[in-house]
């Protein structure tokens, strides 16, 4: 099951740009140990838990197992050690030097197994006056330019994406590159090597497609900020908020049927595809006026009828009940003892022949700590005496 | 050079949600050859180009070869299956039914290829009542949940995103999962598979982390939008808008200090971690007078000074000569000729061993329809006779 099936990960990360990443891995097929403070990773006390585990906290590492253990202590140390030498892949995203002071640095690992590869995640980069600073979302979008591709259009004030998005966009971004180095791996007969990447870099690269055209050549370099073309296509009808628009004559057509408003088709501003740009916001306030006079599904039906692309704007509560999202088999509801129904949205790319699955919850604090030394050879006796040396945390027994 | 090297992809996509994804896998190594129509995709269409090439679709395309061909005539038809023969990667983002008609079905590439790695990317997903809609972006944003995420906080009023982004999260989707699925084939003994994603799919897993809590668990179910924890980090010092934070005690403390008011560290409100998420919007407040009394420079420097994460908020202008993305190398500046300076966000991911390269520029349309076909056997007077028929265009000889 799942394209990654087999390949062993160890996930040294906390929050979300890591954990998220290695969950896609898990999803996929691998076998992912969260390893984890004895008090538990920050993200696991962000809100209050059910069955011992917050629902952002299950978004983040669901298909994981968790090992607590004491990484300062010489028998947490070996354990690391012991599973670092059987492991594929080895994420972290602690402060750059950190790993390093903790024993468990890039040479260190790869003594003990060549072809490790290992992912390192960082805010800002390994140097540079951001460096050493705490990652926080909002300095991110600061720096990567976000604010100025969110502001205001009319007051021109800075705004913030309302998602992390710094940090999910850099665990897709190292997701990907795990996956390409392990076929790389694969071709170069198991040679290991280490990934870098920072969460401000993953912004750039993310925004800069469309996001910053206006500073790729040189020579014409101009103020991106006035070709935002994208304004809020969001209008009113008489029960609540849609979207719809009209790019391409028969669109605009379909538009003008719909709104009973056959007589734009002959208004020269509109009739063409130019023109309608030129004229965007003229067009779009008139289009506001007749959409508010119809009830929202009148006219989404309308719109449909036409061609139209349009849609009413959904809520997060609205979500799972709207057709669409049912029809895709979006999101995935599974009962487990405990937690009761669990609804999680489906891993996105759907393989045919090795199908994603989500194979456990997201664990409880240590919950597999006794199982994965058990596989280690540790006996018995010897994980008790962890436990009751404080070196290990098991507040949950594997079922 | 790259984790993908000599992996090779036919991209058949256009516009964003495909080009962004062949390009990533171009940037580690792969050949990526693109398959337009002979007048060119629709996003070489969409701003003004130089040097034959818009910005934006420089930025989605560079490293690629181009191909335009006629793939409605025989000849047009018998080139892309021969590409299709030697693929590692067919990518295609056409409505879901369309690549079937066209003759580039799955089944029958696959005669040819066991091994290929199809990817199809829908707007909607392949059933449901959106399925054939045309993919616009702000319908994906409604119906995903994207603009009850950007509401505004004050007036409820939905909001978009100002990026194409359900288009960027899913070519990084799509990138991660050939990727995936290339490790897969070298384990499976080369057997290939068909990958399929909906961009509405992909925007419900990259928002459910932390975007959807409100929704994982049946018996706690919540109104998501009640627990909107990031406001906009956003103060406005006397010359510039700026972001300051603080989450611990201790970086409590050094804004305090950095404010020249130690009086708020008695502060009941504010001196427990709780107490400062409870009473937020007070110590925002009080926080937003303080800071506009200084300049950006000065109190910035004095945040840094006391350990608060903080950044200017950068406009894209001002992006490229921060000191932060100048110590990244962030910004890759490479002279070609015809186009000058041109800048790139570097790739993300760092690969130690198999780095990532720009291998090339964009291409312009049909560049490099001679060399491709050279390599595919056929002679100068066939290539010859096919542009003569408008069956292949070459706008620009190969460099």
New interface residues.
């Given amino acids: 099951m799942g394209?990654?099936?087999?390949v062993k990960v160890l996930d040294l990360t906390s929050m979300?740009s890591g954990p998220?990443g290695a969950m896609?891995l898990a999803d996929?097929g691998a076998d992912v140990i969260k390893v984890e403070p004895l008090h538990g990773e920050q993200m696991r006390h962000m809100?209050a838990p059910?069955n011992g585990v917050?629902?952002?906290f299950?978004?983040?590492n669901r298909g994981k197992r968790s090992l607590a253990v004491d990484l300062k202590s010489d028998e947490g140390k070996e354990i690391l050690l012991k599973l670092a030498a059987d492991a594929d892949v080895f994420m972290q995203n602690f402060r750059p030097g950190a790993i390093e002071r903790m024993g468990f640095g890039e040479e260190v690992l790869r003594k003990a197994n060549p072809g490790l590869i290992y992912l390192s995640i960082s805010g800002?980069?390994e140097?540079?006056?951001?460096?050493q600073?705490?990652v926080?979302?909002?300095?991110i979008?600061?720096?990567?330019?976000a604010?100025?591709?969110?502001a205001d259009r009319t007051t021109g004030?800075?705004?913030?994406?309302?998602?992390?998005i710094a940090d999910?966009?850099?665990s897709?971004?190292?997701?990907?590159?795990v996956?390409?180095?392990?076929?790389?791996r694969?071709?170069?007969g198991g040679?290991?090597?280490?990934?870098?990447?920072?969460m401000?870099?993953?912004m750039?690269?993310?925004?800069?497609?469309?996001?910053?055209?206006?500073?790729?050549?040189?020579?014409?370099e101009f103020?991106?900020?006035r070709?935002?073309g994208?304004q809020?296509?969001?209008y009113k009808a008489r029960d609540r908020?849609?979207?719809a628009?009209a790019?391409s004559d028969a669109?605009w057509g379909g538009m003008c049927r719909a709104l009973n408003r056959e007589d734009w088709l002959e208004d020269e501003r509109f009739n063409t595809s130019a023109g309608r740009v030129v004229n965007a916001q003229e067009r779009k306030s008139m289009t506001a006026k007749e959409i508010e006079k119809w009830d929202s599904e009148e006219i989404l039906a309308r719109f449909?009828e036409e061609?139209v692309?349009?849609?009413?704007?959904?809520?997060?509560?609205e979500?799972?009940d709207?057709?669409?999202?049912?029809?895709?088999a979006?999101?995935l509801?599974t009962d487990y003892e405990g937690?009761?129904?669990?609804?999680?949205?489906?891993?996105?790319?759907?393989?045919?022949?090795?199908p994603s699955t989500i194979a456990r919850p997201a664990p409880k604090l240590g919950e597999h700590g006794r199982e994965i030394l058990t596989e280690l050879g540790y006996d018995e006796s010897t994980q008790q005496k962890l436990i009751d040396d404080g070196k290990l945390a098991v507040s949950a027994e594997p079922s």
């Fill in positions: 394209p990654l099936k087999g979300v998220v896609m996929q809100a059910h917050n629902p952002a299950y978004s983040c800002f980069g140097s540079g006056p951001y460096a600073s705490r926080y979302d909002p300095v979008q600061a720096l990567s330019g604010t100025d591709i969110q004030r800075p705004q913030m994406f309302r998602i992390i999910k966009v850099t897709l971004t190292s997701a990907q590159a996956s390409s180095a392990l076929y790389a694969e071709k170069s040679q290991g090597q280490h990934i870098r990447l920072s401000l870099d993953t750039l690269a993310f925004f800069w497609p469309e996001g910053m055209a206006g500073l790729v050549y040189g020579e014409r103020d991106v900020r070709l935002q994208s809020d296509l969001i908020y849609i979207t628009g790019v669109e449909q061609g692309p349009c849609a009413p704007l959904l809520d997060r509560m979500l799972m709207h057709e669409q999202i049912i029809a895709n979006s999101v509801r937690f009761g129904e669990v609804r999680q949205a489906r891993p996105a790319a759907r393989f045919e022949q090795t």
